[in-house]
DNA sequence: AATTTGTTTGCAACCGGTTGCAAAATTTTC
DNA sequence: GAAAATTTTGCAACCGGTTGCAAACAAATT
């Protein structure tokens, strides 16, 4: 059925060995056998096989992608970018979905099993152990949106969690605000706790009184919504710093269903800058991750790896910035 | 590095197809060699290489996703669905990401270079060339979300989007609307064009006045916004059609900007039932397309098409419902 | 023209599995 | 217990490429 190297080379009246090298770059050939076989080449509309071509190398072009989130929009820019980096770069994606799993072995195992040249985990929820699993089987390996620790022995491409909790409770000191809840994601992920931790710590430093804090079950709009219930139990409550834009959209439908409106009588801080959070209906102002250089950077450094594998583990940190729209009082002026 | 069969051979004292054929299921190996080797292969941590099993096989268990369209909320589902169910089938998506490029020769010959098991087309602005590009290559392929035509020579898998268009319009007449307009997705898309004509026809036959016309650049909700400018130009216009969620919610504040209240001065309905359809601040009425049943049925239907390539090009069409919210007046009493 | 140097080429082994075939081992049948 | 039937096993060829090595060829040097 398919055409092969063979075939070409008896058509073009060389040895199999040439065919091969006319499409390996920087091989020896001279112009007059690269002309014969590229026409025949062309003649018999002869692709090379990639996978006969990895056995061989034992390289095959395919980068594993692994995430757990994929209902989060933030995730669309990642699938997007993602992809077309990759693409630019003759390389293919091959994407996971963990989806409640969070033993890595069995993922470790199948991207073993097809031979991925490496692997972004892409998710701030999963401990580093994670990743580091991907690396024991040799496997190069970078956590995208993982938690950065100094004693790193893992790529990690990110933010700084802590810094950008911290910065929310600048956010809120800047603008006046005095008492204000945390509405994070997921406790179990390790961008939440980091999150939190740096909220706190500088929330109590700049003398805001933390009246609540409480956690969405999920990354969802709804558990946002519920998770904002608990909010509205306290009416001391000037503004909530939610742990993703998703969760914060739904508690602010939620304190707009209790009557209340944005930013007059609550103000709210997402993050991650999602799509939606532009909408007129919302008008978030949220800490916005800069996902397109992150992203690009992951896949930079992924390559990187494959190509050199003996590589020290980098941390890679990119800055977050407070994109202000709507749904905070403005800055007070001094 | 790795460890092969050979090794794992070596090391049970039988030779590699024992080895090979404990791996394959439905071969012959007693109950000793093939305790023999699983002792053996758990002690070396043996992963069968699937790249050197494709090779031989010629089956890759790999099914390549192209969809163009990353940016749309409605994807978060497809990718999702898509990439739980070929997992649960041991099969692996290789995703390509169109964006902008139209043209499948440079495609097709990317997804055979890597040996695809099958592909599924998941988009609903491509014609159907773009699917009999890879059925020439000899590539099983599935046009998800694609056009349907009766004499189709691909199989495809989605809605019919004529008959939606008309449900869009027989939803208006229910609700007494008389004067209403049309807000397509891309005028290129034969989705959109496929919606239009159901829409249009019906709405003439039940004496609907379709006062605008117009189209959306893209499936954003920035186009949607502008597209809208045209719409409010007419202020007869009862009640707008859009041609996908994001536009419609676009729309829908571009609406409310210019002081029009939902559903009271203008109705909308959208088209896909996307999650934040369902947010307070949108609540929209909208048609719903059955996403799981097709990502479902495309998987199904694309395996066994691996198993069976002779298989005559099958249309799967499957219902679409209103989603009754609250961007539209309710139903007329009679 | 002979020698040296540099390129191109084909041979053959290899990457890590699968599989048809025949021999060997086991089980069933009489 | 021998013959027949069945199951298990290893051999060796194959899947479609790559690549080290040495032979063949071409160009440069003396």
Partial sequence: MAVTLKDVAELAGVSRSAVSRTFTVGASVSARTREKVEKAAKSLGYQPSLIARSLATSRTKLIGLVANNFQNPAFLDVFDLFT?????????????????????????????????????????????????????????????????????????VGIDNIHCGAMAARTFAERSYQTVALLGGPESATSTQDRATGFLNLATELGLKVAKVCYADNYTYQSGREAMREVLDDARVEAVFCGDDLICMGAMDAARAAGKSIPEDIGFLGFNDIAMAGWDAYSLTTIRQPIRDIIMSSVELVVGMVENPGRSPEIRLFPCSVVDRGSLRPIAKS
Avoid: C, M
């Fill in 84 to 156: 077309s980096e990759l693409q630019k770069r003759e390389l293919r994606p091959l994407l996971v979905n963990l989806s409640g799993e969070t033993s890595p072995k069995k993922i470790v195992d199948l991207l073993r099993q097809y031979s991925v040249d490496g692997v972004i985990v892409a998710t701030s929820t999963l401990p580093t152990s994670f990743a580091t699993a991907f690396q024991a089987a040799g496997v190069p390996v970078i956590h995208t949106f993982g938690k950065f620790q100094a004693n790193a022995n893992v790529h990690v």
